[in-house]
């Protein structure tokens, strides 16, 4: 899925698509004629603008028309402008300071388009399911955060890739959070020791979500889960 971005204010449009591409999600700026002819594609438009105004109504009603999907971002989103935003066919309408709450629709709209089949079993047994946020433990779940969902997307695309190679600290902080800060080790350290708890077995003796101090964590996946991404790989290189 591709968040097209559609913004009267240049550099309100680069904080959305700076927003989109944390969230996981591709993005790009577009016309509104070019959003309309892509709504079809199922992508999901973001909206700027300065007003509820004549101009963005039309906006509105002409993606409304073509079953886009749309979400709309106003500086002063007042209850009365909201519910008229809603009520123009918006999944969301947000003020330009909701960036968090922004962020997560937009990482739940990326992990809701991953396929149903995206899986990750694990060397224990233990199933991730990662459009659905949980763990399958036998016959238990247990709830999976988005950034527990991406942390754990990266280190099961290195074990594809590199199986038993610690991916760095720095590198999951910016791609999960997109900055870094004196607290970043200690905000990893803490995601996974949750992680922990719901993907091992016994999370004071990892067997699967592991790491090398000063050089970084790694997934331990089942033999044929290990095939499994490395034949995708093969194909999608073919």
Known sequence: MRALVISENRLAGLGLLTLAAHSGLAAQPATPAEAIASAHAGDLMLVYA???SEETRGILAALHGAHARFIVVIPLMEADVRRAVLGAGALHAFSHEESDEIRSVLANFRWSSEPAED???LANGYVVELPRRR???GDRYLPLTLTECHILQLLRDEAYANPGN?????????????????????TLRGHI???RGKVEVDPEHPQVLLGRRGHGYWLELAPNARWRG????????G
């Open 50 to 52: 300065d007003s509820w």
């Open 119 to 121: 899986k990750i079993t």
């Open 135 to 137: 763990v399958r433990r």
């Open 166 to 186: 610690p991916l760095p600290p720095p590198r999951i902080h910016a791609a999960v959070w997109g900055n870094a800060d004196a607290r970043a080790p200690a």
């Open 193 to 195: 020791a949750q992680l």
């Open 230 to 237: 490395l034949v995708g790989a093969t194909q999608s290189s």
